[in-house]
């Protein structure tokens, strides 16, 4: 299936682990990732080594059951979790590289139940697309991969767990690492809107616009279809509700709803604060 050389391949995956590492998107020994190579072979990280610290002779090779088929040169034993990639390259043969990790910023909206927003900067739209949040299931347990399976398509590139961390899929392990990169740059961008008080979300006319020129990139989106009708972003609400922001507080824009919003005070509020600013202002000059 891969013309790349093992030993290369392994050696990448140590290169890639120690960016994770570096990026503090693991700490301790946490997050795994894998690359299949073949129609029954897969290599993974072990279990109890730190991604910044791995060496080639680390790298496990399993079986798509789960079995380690060959010997460890340091006698490491494969991730636990690679049950969870296993299931991702049964149901998606075209991906070739998995990465679990835990970036903090998009697990911030994994431990807050928060879906990651659509709609808002082109260029998550354009190399994430929409993600998908699955429900909590306990980490390295037989329910994890069916918390999301029946969610994820082809177009899948990006899944968030609920109260765990990311699943980040690739052609290769290059692809799926700038993904990662991608997504916790655009959850610590959301979080910083946040604190700004405001987001705008792109209008159904840009959307198609922008997936439009998403498919010229090569990238097919089946969102195309129906982006005129508002069905980008139906899962935003949770995120513009921690603006303090209801339906009625803020501008809609035809189908697909909410295209703006601010900090959630009404203007009464607003209006009483800036009298009482001046009031104080005057009364200091006198």
Same mark, same amino acid.
């Given at each position: 299936?891969?013309?790349?050389?093992?030993?290369?391949?392994?050696?990448?995956?140590?290169?890639?682990?120690?960016?994770?590492?570096?990026?503090?998107?693991?700490?301790?020994?946490?997050?795994?990732?894998?690359?299949?190579?073949?129609?029954?072979?897969?290599?993974?990280?072990?279990?109890?080594?730190?991604?910044?610290?791995?060496?080639?002779?680390?790298?496990?090779?399993?079986?798509?059951?789960?079995?380690?088929?060959?010997?460890?040169?340091?006698?490491?034993?494969? $991730?636990?979790?690679?049950?969870?990639?296993?299931?991702?390259?049964?149901?998606?043969?075209?991906?070739?590289?998995?990465?679990?990790?835990?970036?903090?910023?998009?697990?911030?909206?994994?431990?807050?139940?928060?879906?990651?927003?659509?709609?808002?900067?082109?260029?998550?739209?354009?190399?994430?697309?929409?993600?998908?949040?699955?429900?909590?299931?306990?980490?390295?347990?037989?329910?994890?991969?069916?918390?999301?399976?029946?969610?994820?398509?082809?177009?899948?590139?990006?899944?968030?767990?609920?109260?765990?961390?990311?699943?980040?899929?690739?052609?290769?392990? $290059?692809?799926?690492?700038?993904?990662?990169?991608?997504?916790?740059?655009?959850?610590?961008?959301?979080?910083?809107?946040?604190?700004?008080?405001?987001?705008?979300?792109?209008?159904?006319?840009?959307?198609?616009?922008?997936?439009?020129?998403?498919?010229?990139?090569?990238?097919?989106?089946?969102?195309?279809?129906?982006?005129?009708?508002?069905?980008?972003?139906?899962?935003?609400?949770?995120?513009?509700?921690?603006?303090?922001?209801?339906?009625?507080?803020?501008?809609?824009?035809?189908?697909?709803?909410?295209?703006?919003?601010?900090?959630?005070?009404?203007?009464?509020?607003?209006?009483?604060?800036?009298? $009482?600013?001046?009031?104080?202002?005057?009364?200091?000059?006198?």
């Amino acid at each position: 299936m891969t013309h790349t050389p093992i030993w290369q391949l392994k050696k990448q995956m140590c290169e890639i682990g120690s960016n994770i590492w570096q990026r503090g998107f693991c700490a301790g020994n946490e997050g795994n990732h894998s690359v299949r190579i073949s129609d029954d072979r897969v290599l993974c990280t072990p279990t109890g080594v730190s991604k910044g610290f791995l060496k080639p002779e680390d790298i496990c090779v399993v079986d798509m059951d789960g079995k380690q088929v060959e010997a460890n040169p340091a006698g490491r034993k494969r $991730t636990s979790e690679v049950l969870v990639h296993l299931a991702i390259y049964k149901q998606l043969p075209n991906t070739k590289a998995v990465i679990h990790s835990h970036p903090p910023h998009a697990v911030a909206f994994c431990l807050a139940g928060m879906p990651l927003p659509e709609g808002i900067h082109p260029e998550a739209e354009v190399f994430l697309g929409r993600t998908v949040f699955a429900p909590y299931a306990t980490p390295g347990g037989p329910d994890l991969p069916n918390s999301f399976l029946g969610k994820i398509t082809e177009q899948t590139n990006t899944i968030l767990m609920a109260n765990h961390g990311s699943v980040s899929l690739g052609k290769d392990l $290059t692809e799926a690492y700038y993904r990662l990169e991608i997504l916790d740059n655009y959850a610590k961008q959301l979080i910083l809107a946040r604190q700004l008080g405001k987001v705008n979300v792109l209008k159904n006319d840009q959307m198609v616009e922008l997936l439009q020129l998403k498919q010229a990139f090569g990238f097919p989106d089946d969102r195309l279809s129906c982006a005129a009708d508002g069905c980008v972003g139906q899962d935003n609400r949770v995120f513009l509700a921690s603006f303090g922001i209801t339906p009625m507080s803020a501008r809609c824009d035809g189908p697909g709803g909410l295209v703006s919003s601010t900090s959630g005070h009404d203007d009464d509020d607003f209006e009483k604060m800036v009298q $009482t600013i001046t009031d104080q202002i005057m009364a200091a000059s006198n």
